[in-house]
């Protein structure tokens, strides 16, 4: 299963910004459930950007996956949402040695800028870590491709994504944003807690101890924090 546990590397980057942090309440959220706040392969990669305007900043979506039988399935209708996105980079990693020939020609047909990637899990307790993080390796080995002011976010293949999420929120991240997230696991939406502007907490139904107790589709980073740190 995916985690999100105090100390791991994603952990780091939310402490390393925590006073800097934006946040970002979905109105249908908050419409919807007032009580919970008031609150390697590379295809087309030789020039992701040059002198990217600020609210015109390229969305790196990093994508871990695996094989099973819908995969395909869900990789293509994560593509047709991401194709509607303009400015945009996608980074998919195959949990596996090598990548995957299906996956590959699924991805040249998108059209979409991308790079794919492969690596087993290395023993990490958490399905994904390990792709997350060759992800977050190869964008600081390729960091002159793209624009600090660009901006990360992590979305799994078998997620759905609204499109208004990406130009009305992640794109206006300057540092730091995180927002709810509809329907993960059992319960029916899980959001950061609001107190006077800043995050004090979490509305989560999974280990709501945790120090960073969002889902991973819950927030996005900054390209340049998040290079600058290891």
């Known amino acids: 299963m995916d985690c ?3 100390g791991d590397g994603i952990g780091a980057f939310l402490k ?3 006073v800097t942090l934006i946040v970002i309440i979905m109105l249908s959220v908050t419409q919807s459930s007032p009580s919970l706040m008031r609150y390697i392969r ?3 990669a030789d020039s992701v950007v040059d002198s990217t305007p600020a609210d015109n900043k390229t969305i790196i979506v ?20 991401l194709k509607q996105v303009g400015n945009l980079y996608w ?34 307790p958490c399905r ?3 792709q997350r993080n060759l992800a977050l390796d190869y964008l600081r080995q390729n960091k002159d491709k793209f624009n600090e002011k660009d901006v990360i976010y992590f979305a799994d293949d078998d997620n ?3 499109l208004r999420l ?5 794109r206006k991240v300057d540092v730091m944003g995180v927002w709810a997230v509809g329907i993960p696991g059992n319960a029916l939406v899980e959001a950061p807690k609001v107190e006077n502007g800043k995050v004090v907490g979490w509305h989560s139904a999974y280990l709501p101890d945790r120090e960073f107790a969002t889902d991973m589709a819950g927030f996005a980073l900054n390209f340049g924090l998040v290079v600058s740190t290891k």
């Open 166 to 170: 990406f130009d009305q929120y992640i």
């Open 62 to 81: 990093i994508t871990p996956t695996k094989q099973r039988p819908e995969r395909l399935a869900d990789l293509t209708m994560l593509a047709q949402t």
């Open 160 to 162: 759905g994504y609204d």
């Open 4 to 6: 999100f546990r105090k």
């Open 16 to 18: 390393l910004a925590a």
């Open 128 to 130: 994904g870590w390990a």
């Open 42 to 44: 590379t295809e087309r």
């Open 91 to 124: 980074v998919v990693v195959e949990d596996a040695d090598k990548t995957a020939d299906l996956v590959s020609d699924l991805l040249a047909r998108t059209g979409i800028n991308h790079t794919y990637l492969a690596t087993t899990n290395h023993g990490l």
